[in-house]
C-alpha cells in the first residue's frame, strides 16, 4: 500500500512538474498551496521567524531555476525541502550565526531508545496525550509547547519539525540537514524531552 502511494505521488509530481515547466500557472499554484507551508516550517526550524518567509520565497525561485534537473528520484516534497533547506543554511552562515546543525554528543547511551528506523524503542514517559488535536484543545498547554519549542536550539527545532510534524524519514533528514543518524536521533530525543519535560511540570498542577 505505502509502495503504491509513493508511486501514485511520483506521478502526481511528474505532472506538476511538467505543468510548471510548460508555464502553467495552476500546476505552480497547486505546488505553493502543496509545500509552501511546509518550506516555511523548515525555514523556520533552521533560521528562526524573522527570515522563514524569505527563506521560502528564495527556494522557490531557486527550484523554479533548477526544475529541469528534477529526476525523480526524491519526492517533489524532499527535493524542495532540501533546497530551503540549504537556502537557509547559507543564510544562517551569513548571518553569521554559527550554530552548528551537528553536534559531538556521545550517542551509545541514545541508540538504544529508538530502533532502526528513529521511533521510540519503549513507550516514553509523559508523552502520553492522545493525538495532536488533544494538545491543541487545550490553549495554555499550546502556548507552553509552542514556547518551549521557539527556546529549542535551531538544529533540534530542524530535526523534530522534519520528522514529528512533517513526517519525513530518518534518512531523509540525514540528506537535508547533512548529519549522521545517531546524531539525527539524539537530537530528536532532546528536543522531545524538553518538551515532555514541560508537559510533565504543567500536568503536575492538575
Same mark, same amino acid.
Given at each position: 500500500?505505502?509502495?503504491?502511494?509513493?508511486?501514485?505521488?511520483?506521478?502526481?509530481?511528474?505532472?506538476?512538474?511538467?505543468?510548471?515547466?510548460? /508555464?502553467?500557472?495552476?500546476?505552480?499554484?497547486?505546488?505553493?498551496? *502543496?509545500? &509552501?507551508?511546509?518550506?516555511?516550517?523548515?525555514?523556520?526550524?533552521?533560521? @528562526?521567524?524573522?527570515?522563514? $518567509?524569505?527563506?521560502?520565497?528564495?527556494?522557490?525561485?531557486?527550484?523554479?531555476?533548477?526544475?529541469?534537473?528534477?529526476? /525523480?528520484?526524491?519526492?517533489?516534497?524532499?527535493?524542495?525541502?532540501?533546497? !530551503?533547506?540549504?537556502?537557509?543554511? !547559507?543564510?544562517?552562515?551569513?548571518?553569521?550565526?554559527?550554530?552548528?546543525?551537528?553536534?559531538?554528543?556521545?550517542?551509545? $547511551?541514545?541508540?538504544?531508545?529508538?530502533? &532502526?528506523? @528513529?521511533?521510540? @524503542?519503549?513507550?516514553?514517559?509523559?508523552?502520553?496525550?492522545?493525538?495532536? $488535536?488533544?494538545? *491543541?484543545?487545550?490553549?495554555?498547554?499550546?502556548? %507552553? %509547547?509552542?514556547? !518551549?519549542?521557539?527556546?529549542?536550539?535551531?538544529?533540534?527545532?530542524?530535526?523534530?519539525?522534519?520528522?514529528?510534524?512533517? @513526517? $519525513?524519514?530518518?534518512?531523509? %533528514?540525514?540528506?537535508? *540537514?547533512?548529519?549522521?543518524?545517531?546524531?539525527?536521533?539524539?537530537?530528536? &530525543?532532546?528536543?522531545?524531552?524538553?518538551?515532555?519535560?514541560?508537559?510533565?511540570?504543567?500536568?503536575?498542577?492538575?
Amino acid at each position: 500500500m505505502t509502495d503504491q502511494l509513493q508511486r501514485q505521488d511520483f506521478i502526481n509530481d511528474a505532472a506538476l512538474v511538467e505543468g510548471m515547466l510548460d /508555464g502553467d500557472s495552476a500546476s505552480f499554484e497547486m505546488a505553493v498551496a *502543496l509545500y &509552501h507551508p511546509t518550506m516555511v516550517n523548515i525555514a523556520k526550524a533552521i533560521i @528562526g521567524e524573522a527570515f522563514a $518567509e524569505e527563506i521560502a520565497q528564495d527556494a522557490w525561485i531557486s527550484a523554479i531555476r533548477s526544475l529541469t534537473e528534477f529526476a /525523480g528520484r526524491s519526492s517533489l516534497r524532499t527535493w524542495l525541502i532540501q533546497i !530551503t533547506a540549504n537556502a537557509a543554511k !547559507t543564510r544562517l552562515r551569513r548571518e553569521k550565526r554559527q550554530v552548528s546543525l551537528d553536534e559531538n554528543w556521545q550517542t551509545n $547511551e541514545m541508540e538504544d531508545r529508538f530502533d &532502526h528506523s @528513529g521511533h521510540w @524503542g519503549e513507550p516514553v514517559s509523559q508523552w502520553d496525550l492522545e493525538t495532536p $488535536e488533544a494538545i *491543541l484543545a487545550n490553549s495554555e498547554l499550546s502556548d %507552553i %509547547i509552542s514556547q !518551549t519549542f521557539e527556546q529549542l536550539p535551531p538544529q533540534q527545532q530542524a530535526v523534530l519539525t522534519l520528522y514529528d510534524l512533517e @513526517g $519525513e524519514s530518518m534518512s531523509d %533528514i540525514c540528506n537535508i *540537514l547533512d548529519i549522521s543518524a545517531s546524531n539525527a536521533r539524539v537530537l530528536l &530525543h532532546r528536543a522531545r524531552s524538553t518538551i515532555q519535560q514541560k508537559i510533565a511540570q504543567y500536568q503536575d498542577h492538575f
